[in-house]
């Protein structure tokens, strides 16, 4: 059995990857490849990896448990790893396991990871996709705001990619030859390009269903909108009205979001010894650009005044908090149409 362990990275398509495989199950397991339904119930298996490795400290801080309010991690933990060990005791000869999140696991604990596939006599094949820094912290930024994160503070220090820190430890574990290292681009179709990564055969790729492509980009204008929406009513973890919030405001249509010149700074600043020692692992510079990418815009991204953002955004509000009081009332909401 050869276990196809895709850990993202993180903003580079992963979730239309896995959306693509999960709606194609069925044609799938019909041509001996799994792609399994784990606990959390979705595409994406990041939250049953790292409950079943991560260590339990960790467990407390981590989104997915946050939202769902799990606090019994070492049952959560043995659930995890009864359902991988489930899906590797199938009698097929591939198993896809994706989750981004895998590289949120300490390398210690990815140590026991490895251990529990190999007991399984599998051979595990990482799969990595990076994309270059200064549009990984675009994308990254976009989706930290959704997230009830400071814009402001996004701009003075984005997310960086951290090549190393997340991918040494699988070539360490797995070795570099079993490792598969591609370089994302965005206008690319993605999941052609993943199943050629994995070996999977052309006549399947051309069966799976067709996903729309997930995470799209929003304007500067609603991220801009929604970091005034995360200091207005902050903490989106504690109300559904602030996730619900973040979603109106991300339609906002405007020009498109992109770093000011002091955030690129940063990157390209924080990214430059990362971006090195992948150029000598894969033995080429995998971001041909890099030295040439410079601000789009210069200072930050919002072209309206606040008085008028913020106005908008309790708008917004008042009209989600009133929906929602119809949505708990199926009398009023009758009545009103």
Same mark, same amino acid.
């Given at each position: ?13 992963? &979730? ?18 799994? %792609? ?6 979705? $595409?994406?298996?990041?939250? &049953?990896?790292?409950?079943?490795? $991560? ?23 043995? +659930? ?17 396991? +994706? ?28 799969? *990595? ?6 549009? %990984? ?22 997310? *960086? ?47 799976? +269903? ?5 995470? &799209? ?48 700074? %940063? ?13 000598? *692992? ?56």
């Amino acid at each position: 059995m050869i276990v196809h362990l895709h850990v993202g990275l993180h903003k580079t398509g992963t &979730t239309t990857i896995q959306e693509t495989l999960h709606a194609s199950r069925d044609a799938l397991a019909g041509q001996g490849w799994l %792609y399994p339904t784990l606990p959390a119930g979705d $595409a994406n298996h990041s939250a &049953t990896f790292v409950n079943a490795f $991560a260590r339990p400290r960790a467990l407390a801080s981590y989104r997915h448990n946050l939202s769902r309010g799990i606090t019994d991690f070492e049952a959560e933990r043995q +659930s995890s790893r009864a359902a991988i060990q489930s899906a590797l005791e199938h009698d097929l000869a591939h198993v896809i396991f +994706s989750g981004e999140d895998i590289t949120w696991i300490k390398p210690r604990e990815l140590e026991q990871l490895a251990g529990f596939l190999g007991a399984h006599d599998a051979t595990v094949k990482p799969i *990595v996709f990076v994309r270059d820094p200064i549009g %990984y912290a675009t994308s990254a930024a976009q989706e930290s705001v959704k997230y009830g994160s400071n814009l402001q503070e996004l701009l003075e220090a984005p997310p *960086v990619p951290a090549f190393r820190q997340k991918i040494e430890p699988l070539l360490d574990l797995f070795g570099k030859d079993n490792c598969c290292i591609r370089v994302f681009q965005r206008r690319a179709d993605l999941v052609p390009v993943f199943c050629e990564s994995i070996g999977m055969p052309e006549q399947l790729t051309q069966q799976l +269903s067709k996903v729309p492509r997930a995470n &799209t980009a929003m304007s500067s204008e609603a991220a801009t909108l929604i970091g005034i929406a995360n200091e207005i009513f902050p903490n989106p973890f504690d109300a559904q009205r602030a996730r619900n919030l973040s979603g109106w405001l991300a339609m906002i249509q405007g020009a498109s979001f992109e770093l000011p010149s002091r955030a690129i700074d %940063y990157v390209r600043r924080e990214s430059e010894p990362d971006v090195a020692w992948l150029s000598d *692992v894969l033995g080429y510079g995998p971001f041909p650009d890099w030295d040439e990418q410079r601000a789009a815009v210069e200072g930050d991204p919002a072209q309206w005044g606040r008085e008028t953002m913020e106005s908008v955004v309790r708008c917004i509000n008042d009209l989600s908090l009133h929906v929602e009081w119809l949505m708990s009332r199926p009398d009023s909401l009758a009545k009103s149409t």
